[in-house]
T-cell receptor, first 114, second 111 residues
Framework: GDSVTQMEGPVTLSEEAFLTINCTYT??????LFWYVQYPGEGLQLLLK???ADDKGSNKGFEATYRKETTSFHLEKGSVQVSDSAVYFC?????????????WGLGTSLAVNP | GAGVSQSPSNKVTEKGKDVELRCDPI?????LYWYRQSLGQGLEFLIY????????KSGLPSDRFSAERTGGSVSTLTIQRTQQEDSAVYLC?????????FGQGTRLTVV
């Protein structure tokens, strides 16, 4: 069945460092792909999305490119801030079948130190 | 309202009691999810409603858990005979075109 695998955390970076959080997926067809963020003590928020191959989602300085050839949707940010400390979840929405429920990665915790 | 609304925001209950958690999704969203999240953990899928289709109940951890969605809108998650291991944050999300929008959750504490 469909699945999402994302790199294990925690990830600890210094402010202004480059961030990559890897996400790969297994799915039939062309799923939609998402990154969600959960800041401490808050609910999950949609961060960015991409709905077809080669699409790039971007928001708040974060980017992720839908790579069909490598079945990946890695999250990147060029210069992280302390306020980016959160848990990041990769997810996919299947494009085929009767059950289109979202499939989630386990989450990656990011801590950014000043 | 503009977003997904969950109530109550906090619930403390005694072991063995039944609880009902409510979710008001975003108007027009046909899909609705319930998840559970324990402290520092990922999302545990509970149940998924999509339009008029039979719900996907594959994530419900036991027969003490049930959920319904009336009129394709409001949903209620019911936990019967609560146990201490049921303590968690229960999240509801509604969805359109695949993207899910979450409520703030109900923090359930079973004492």
């Amino acid at each position: 069945g469909d699945s999402v695998t994302q790199m294990e955390g925690p990830v600890t970076l210094s402010e202004e460092a480059f961030l990559t959080i890897n996400c790969t997926y297994t799915a039939t067809g062309y799923p939609s792909l998402f990154w969600y963020v959960q800041y401490p003590g808050e609910g999950l928020q949609l961060l960015l999305k991409a709905t077809k191959a080669d699409d790039k989602g971007s928001n708040k300085g974060f980017e992720a490119t839908y790579r069909k050839e490598t079945t990946s949707f890695h999250l990147e940010k060029g210069s992280v801030q302390v306020s980016d400390s959160a848990v990041y979840f990769c997810a996919l929405s299947p494009s085929a079948g009767n059950n289109r429920k979202l499939i989630w990665g386990l989450g990656t915790s990011l801590a950014v130190n000043p | 309202g503009a977003g997904v609304s969950q109530s109550p925001s906090n619930k403390v209950t005694e072991k063995g009691k039944d609880v009902e958690l409510r979710c008001d999704p975003i108007s027009g969203h046909t899909a609705l999810y319930w998840y559970r999240q324990s402290l520092g953990q990922g999302l545990e899928f509970l149940i998924y409603f999509q339009g008029n289709s039979a719900p996907d109940k594959s994530g419900l951890p036991s027969d003490r858990f049930s959920a319904e969605r009336t009129g394709g809108s409001v949903s209620t998650l019911t936990i019967q005979r609560t146990q201490q291991e049921d303590s968690a944050v229960y999240l509801c999300a509604s969805s359109v075109k695949g993207a899910a929008f979450f409520g703030q959750g109900t923090r359930l504490t079973v004492v």
